[in-house]
């Protein structure tokens, strides 16, 4: 079986968030850029798969739509263990987009299983996952939080309102994950650091395909107010500032 | 000049700063009140590469280069010196040597299994009467024909329990002095050597020190590393190289705690404000970051140097020195900025106090460096 996993580029999470041009791009000055936390545990899960099912992955691919300065994000997958890395080289301004180029780097290569995260921590747009299976037409299962392989068996766990659903499904198809799929992301080591320089690395131009989105403007959350803390022996100041100051009893 | 860390080099730091934020940070208190070695994170580190890294691949290293280096030794000594300690004595004070001055045949024996994280080092040089005075070495080595004779005792001696594979400094011809010490690859379960207890330190308690005894412990002729009397050129040469990792580890403890106080300051509020809005408290930040950048420039300038085959050991006794005092400043700093809550120990920031101290000592204390340096301004 052939895995791909998709990853997006995004900003390391204690990022300041800052806009610019009038508040119509973000500023992505001194920002370091990490592989998006649900497509790293995907990535986990799927370099576990691999050693736990003795032969039965033969390879780990990694596919990101983004401009050259992704590479080392890219690279940083490498890395952690996957085999080879692809960079279909434009900006992913645009979910659908996004969605047709990887789409067509898996009608090219034939794998079985496609990895997404359920979202991405920039824009959490939570939607390639989706879109992908629609272009492919394949089985796509999201909130997956447990995929497990024996032979042709394929396990995989869904969290659902109150629960969770066991299900199968048949190859190739599209596990959009989410937190659980993995426990803790994997740290390179030195080994890891050394082979990423020699691994199969290409670089594809995009295929003309729509974009159906655009970002108009950006714009801060308001600032939180300030935490009152109320002792809870203290029932009728509760009720009072609920009442008086709140107003919503 | 570019200042740029490569790719490859951002990665390890971030590798080394993952491993610290995210494992050594959970048991780091406890296992500093406890006295306790940290075998698993040395096993997990051993894993990942860490214990070999700057060691040829060929012999099962990582062949990474010595910025690479210091930028892991600061990431894991903002968390835990203990766990940084083993990482610098495995690449520096053991494996480097042997690696530059051993036979082919010590490094398949030897180098191989630390290298690759299989076995720990430690290397024995201080004794009971010989501390910055290195060259008088009271460990006698007795050139027996077919093998060397070891006794005498060694102290302070970092991994000395987890460790397998020791590198000892001992006098063969006292007549010669410094020309007459050897060098020695020794196997720590030779009959002959005994442990004392577990040296009860002020920090790094979690770094496993012990004294060393040998009495009568035979030591293969072929163990000798480099010609006879090579020993105390060669463990000069191998402090050298030492100190960047002393020099890196004494940066991170300065740069963890100051993470520390700045963030604290952000949050306590006195009078008001956050205390960090007071002047008192921001120019005492303004102090720390300062010196901590200045010890980065020479740490990283004296692995720079030890990168290009350029000579490095006054950089790199710079690096110490300043690295270590400036750690020892910047972290009391830190506590009092945290006031009583730095005073405790539920707080990361004591702890780092604790352990600056001992980078002003070990591996040369920082008068040696003054020595190394000013003999090199005043000779001809």
Redesign the interface.
Known sequence: MKILVCISNVPDTTTRIRFTDDNKLFDSTGVQWIINPWDELALTRALELKESTNGTIEKISVINVGPKETE?TL??AL?IGADEAIRINALPEDTYFIAAQLAEAVRKNNYDIILCGIESSDYNGSAVGGMLSEFLDFPSISSVSALNIEGNNIEIKREIDGGYEIMTTSLPFIAIVQKGIAI?PR?????G??M??KKPFAVFEPIEAESLTEHVSYELPKPKAACKMIDPENIKELVDVLHNEAKII | MNFEFTEEQKMIQQAAKDYAQRELIKDAIERDEKAEFPAKHIKNLAGLGFLGMMTDPKYGGGGMDAISYVLAIEELSKVDSSVSVVVSVCNSLVNWGIEIYGTEEQKEKYLKPLARGEKIGAFLLSEPEAGSDASSQRTMAEDKGDYYLLNGTKNWISNANSASTYVVIAQTYPEKKYRGINAFIVEKDSPGISLGKHEDKMGMRSSDTHSVMFTDVKVPKENRIGEDGFGFKYAMKVLDGGRIGIAAQALGIASGAFDLALKYSKERKAFGTEICNHQAIAFKLSDMAVKIEAARFFCLKAAWLKDNNMPYGIASAMAKQYSADIAMEVTTEAVQIHGGYGYVKEYHVERLMRDAKLTQIYEGTSEIQKIVISRSLLKD
């Open positions: 080392p690279r940083k890395a803790e740290i390179p080591s030195m080994r650091i050394m990423a320089r």
